[in-house]
């Protein structure tokens, strides 16, 4: 079944302590792409990445970082979480550049303390 | 991307058509009309797109007007399942690498 997956699915965590959320996807995607979820705000890109070891900023990429060695792997991590970056995280991918048929994943919610 | 709006909400008789508008009204030739759904807390979901012409799918039919400034997203035979927030996207097929934008959406909530 063609999918996006993203664990861990819940996660509650202190600020400071290191965290990796990782994503995979089984389409033979290229383009890759981070979202979070905020009350009122909507969803607002991350990082996204074009292919393999092509990664660029989106709107809100402060205290993030991802990497793409693979095609299918897409993490995301955050190095030092604070509060503020309590949220509920997308992964998507899609087969074309900046691609409009967009996949989602499930979805993760981060709770730091 | 063009500027879209959507009712906040709406409701819909289980069985019954759900016809969801979304006006669109400074599209641009190039842009291209898509719809979206969000599922309480889930992952959004795309349904359908088109630039011009009705399209429909297994799940949807897509009504664009002939100038193109308004749309109808219309779900044939709603089922509870189709409670969700709808988001209507319009952008430039392949429109670089800026993630998509989603308003406010409307929540189209099915009564049984």
């Known amino acids: 079944e063609a999918q996006v997956t993203q664990n861990p699915r819940y996660l509650i965590t202190v600020t400071g302590k290191k965290l990796t959320v990782t994503c995979s996807q089984n389409m033979n995607h290229e383009y890759m792409s981070w979202y979070r979820q905020d009350p009122g705000l909507g969803l607002r890109q991350i990082y996204y990445?074009?292919?393999?070891?092509?990664?660029d900023k989106g709107d809100v990429p402060e205290g993030y970082k991802v990497s793409r060695k693979e095609k299918r792997n897409f993490p995301l991590i955050l190095e030092s979480p604070s509060p503020n970056q309590t949220s509920l995280y997308f992964c998507?991918?899609?087969?074309?550049?900046?691609?409009?048929?967009?996949?989602f994943g499930p979805g993760t919610r981060l709770t730091v303390l | 991307d063009a500027k879209t709006t959507q009712p906040t909400s709406m409701d819909c008789a289980e069985g019954r058509a759900a016809n969801l508008p979304c006006n669109h009204s400074t599209i641009s030739g190039n842009e291209y009309v898509y719809w979206y759904r969000q599922i309480h807390s889930q992952g959004p979901q795309y349904i359908i797109h088109g630039l011009k012409n009705n399209e429909t799918n297994e799940m949807a039919s897509l009504i664009i007007t002939e100038d193109r400034k308004s749309s109808t997203l219309i779900l044939p035979h709603a089922t509870l399942r189709d409670t969700a927030v709808y988001y209507c996207?319009?952008?430039?097929?392949?429109?670089?690498?800026?993630?998509?934008?989603f308003g406010k959406g409307t929540h189209l909530i099915i009564q049984p």
């Open positions: 998507a991918s899609s087969f074309a550049t900046g691609g409009d048929t967009q996949y």
């Open positions: 990445s074009m292919n393999v070891e092509v990664t």
């Open positions: 996207i319009v952008r430039v097929a392949g429109g670089g690498a800026d993630g998509l934008t």
